[in-house]
């Protein structure tokens, strides 16, 4: 018996993800024609400002809609989450709760996947199984639905949006094709988190003795990564500070480079981010609760202060000094280097810090 149930999650997502009011309006198509070109544009610029050229050949663009994301990232996670679907399975077989526990399971990781199908603009999926079609694998992919949206509801100029979106998730596909190591590297990160976690309910329960304290201390404690990190075990949550440090230091690159690349053909650039920035602060009780849940609030901060920390990075010894990050696992900034970049700077480089 599968741990979750993933068909019931597709369902549950796609029936959460509702219609965009905007996706029928007739610049929909030129959608597809527009992200092709400009996510070859966006390759070359992306290439000549940060140096870092894919090794894996040219990015392909793909316009989808909300149930064409949720689908590929319910694939995504039956891939990434195997080793611990199995394990759960074992410790389900002898629950006479079983069906009901892989039911709710899969009916909660569709509501999430349908709200946050509502949500994103554009992804870069950065998985490639060998044994698996590589034709839907290695894709930059777009929501074209949510892309319209925002252009129709704030006028935005339709050409410059998409570059400017284009820029950003190139810049990803970049950092995991164009650095020979990371994309492993990250993948080992991802798999040492699913193989830390233990199914055991006594663990659960114990995590949950720990959220009772934080809150008596005042503290929330959703603020740092969501409900993984809460119920996260002191082993865990090193492996946790790892994965949010690298994440930070990658979405942050990308908003830099996004901003720079195209500088001079996306004159709309300052406007775009700052809409963006007021979208992920804007939201209903409800939908907050959710973002602390799933930890995408932690991602919102990561934007923040990856930046911060590249900034100042950049301040004491330009883009030679950050480019030491990408040479070396070992090299790269811890969370709490991160949120203290001149620590990072010290024990990558002590005489530019001296």
């Known amino acids: 018996m599968a741990s979750v149930d993933w068909s019931l999650a597709e369902k549950v997502a796609v029936k959460a993800a509702g219609r965009?009011?905007?996706a029928e309006s007739y610049h929909y198509a030129s959608l597809?024609?527009?992200?092709?070109?400009l996510t070859a544009l966006a390759e070359e610029q992306v290439a000549a400002a940060t140096g870092l050229r894919s090794a894996a050949g040219a990015a392909r663009a793909r316009v989808t809609d909300r149930q064409g994301w949720?689908?590929?990232n319910i694939a995504s996670?039956?891939?990434l989450l195997r080793p611990l679907t199995d394990r759960l399975e074992q410790n389900l077989k002898a629950n006479p709760f079983a069906p009901v526990a892989t039911r709710v399971a899969g009916a909660e990781m569709g509501m999430v996947l349908g709200w946050m199908s509502s949500r994103v603009l554009g992804q870069y999926d950065l998985l490639v199984?060998?044994?698996e079609d590589p034709d839907d694998q290695d894709i930059v992919y777009y929501v074209g639905p949510n892309?319209?949206?925002?252009e129709k509801r704030f006028a935005f100029p339709p050409r410059e949006f998409r570059h400017w979106l284009a820029l950003h998730e190139v810049t990803h596909r970049a950092q995991f094709t164009g650095i020979p190591w990371m994309r492993e590297h990250f993948l080992e990160l991802v798999q040492a988190t699913v193989d830390s976690v233990d199914p055991d309910p006594k663990r659960l329960l114990d995590a949950l003795g720990r959220v009772a304290a934080d809150v008596r201390g005042g503290r929330n404690p959703l603020d740092d990564g969501g409900i993984m990190a809460v119920l996260a075990s002191p082993e865990?949550?090193?492996?946790?500070?790892?994965?949010?440090?690298?994440m930070s230091l990658l979405e942050g690159h990308g908003d830099v480079t996004m901003d720079r690349a195209g500088a001079d053909q996306i004159p709309s650039a300052e406007r775009f981010g700052a809409v963006l920035r007021q979208r992920r602060e804007q939201?209903?009780?409800a939908a907050k609760l959710l973002q602390k849940l799933i930890g995408l609030e932690a991602k919102m901060k990561q934007y923040e202060q990856g930046e911060r920390f590249i900034e100042v990075v950049e301040r004491e010894g330009g883009t030679e000094l950050l480019d030491r990050a990408w040479v070396d696992p070992g090299n790269l900034p811890t969370i709490a280097e991160i949120r203290d970049p001149e620590a990072w700077i010290t024990r990558i480089a002590p005489t530019v810090a001296a």
Not at 32 to 37: G, I, Q, S, W
Not at 236 to 246: E, I
């Open 77 to 79: 996670f039956q891939r």
């Open 236 to 246: 865990q949550r090193v492996v946790l500070d790892r994965v949010a440090g690298l």
């Open 32 to 37: 597809a024609l527009d992200f092709e070109e």
């Open 129 to 131: 199984v060998e044994d």
């Open 70 to 72: 949720v689908r590929a």
């Open 20 to 22: 965009e009011p905007f």
């Open 283 to 285: 939201g209903n009780p």
């Open 147 to 150: 892309v319209i949206g925002l």
